[in-house]
């Protein structure tokens, strides 16, 4: 069973001013560039989700919102996500006065269609299941999660099987006062 990256971010919750995190703000507080350099901005047609604004290599991505601020590597990887903890620790440099509430990071991990899932179910394998398939109902999704403290922070971890998939989904978060 081979297992996939998805969706890997790091998020800083907070009181973000928009007014400071504009796309020329991101360019050159975030990701230091020189003033006018032109970076790639996505706008979402709705407006109700933040703008998009991309690095100049196209790695990172930055998405401001009042109440927080994602970055996202483009492709999942470790060195990403480093370098996304890094424009992360530069957002609280710059902005020094930003009230923050907490701080983490995501990686997701997720298979590819699993086709013997009997390999899989004693991980999920429960009474409410047995008497939920017993009535004839079909499950679309189990889980199973954890939150451990490391530290100061907590290391939530959570596997989920739906539609013959496993996802893998581990967070740390530090709050903070």
């Not at 796309?23 to 230091?32: N, S, T, Y």
């Not at 429960?126 to 922070?153: P, T, Y």
Request: net charge negative.
């Amino acid at each position: 069973m081979q297992i996939f990256p998805k969706n890997w971010d790091v998020v800083l919750v907070g009181y973000w001013n928009t007014a400071i995190l504009t796309p020329k703000g991101i360019a050159v507080r975030l990701f230091q560039l020189d003033e006018g350099t032109p970076v790639r901005v996505d706008v979402p047609l709705d407006g109700l989700a933040p703008c998009r604004v991309h690095d100049e290599n196209n790695k990172l991505v930055v998405m401001p919102s009042k109440n927080r601020l994602v970055i996202a590597p483009n492709e999942p990887s470790y060195i990403s996500l480093q370098a996304s903890l890094k424009i992360g620790r530069r957002a609280l440099e710059e902005l020094p006065e930003t009230p923050l509430q907490a701080v983490g990071f995501n990686i997701r991990l997720q298979t590819k269609n699993v086709k013997n899932m009997s390999e899989m179910t004693w991980l999920f394998n429960d009474e409410v299941d047995n008497r939920l398939s017993d009535e004839g109902f079909h499950i679309g999704a189990r889980s199973i999660g954890r939150s451990v403290k490391l530290n100061q922070g907590t290391v939530n971890s959570s596997i989920s099987l739906v539609d013959n998939k496993i996802e893998l989904d581990i967070n740390f978060e530090l709050s903070s006062t």
